[in-house]
């Protein structure tokens, strides 16, 4: 039997990764599913509040969302936690890494987690990684 439980480990900084983990996240939040997002390595980032780069498109794909005015993932992200109850948790330690505290994260992300509790939280998960 399938887990209603979906991870999605977030670890790519580029915009279409960004984007399609993003959307999985908020659909099967907003439908339903229990969601734990675990962002880490170059998606770490972007989640900082006043990071002002924008993420490199990885192909045409990511221009075209952009000429287009695709909501960007931030945005999706945040709609995954307000609206689907899902939990957007950060690498504690691509925070340390990164030297950023808690308190620097958008407003949107939960607790910062260690991968070896994160793991054993998402244990009867669906995993999808971008």
């Not at 999605?8 to 659909?27: D, F, H, K, N, Y």
């Not at 990071?51 to 287009?68: D, F, T």
């Not at 030297?99 to 244990?123: A, C, K, N, W, Y």
């Amino acid at each position: 039997m399938a887990s209603n439980k979906i991870c999605v480990v977030v670890v790519s900084g580029t915009r279409e990764r960004l984007q399609m983990a993003a959307m999985t996240a908020s659909v099967a939040a907003v439908s339903g599913q229990e969601v734990m997002v675990f962002l880490s390595m170059n998606a770490l980032p972007y989640f900082v509040k006043g990071h002002g780069a924008k993420a490199p498109n990885e192909g045409e794909m990511g221009q075209l969302m952009e000429n287009k005015n695709v909501p960007d993932f931030k945005t999706l992200f945040g709609q995954a936690a307000l609206l689907g109850d899902a939990k957007i948790l950060p690498c504690s330690m691509a925070m340390d890494v990164l030297g950023v505290e808690p308190e620097q994260m958008e407003s949107f992300i939960g607790e910062p987690t260690g991968l070896t509790r994160f793991l054993d939280e998402v244990r009867d998960a669906q995993v999808w990684t971008f």
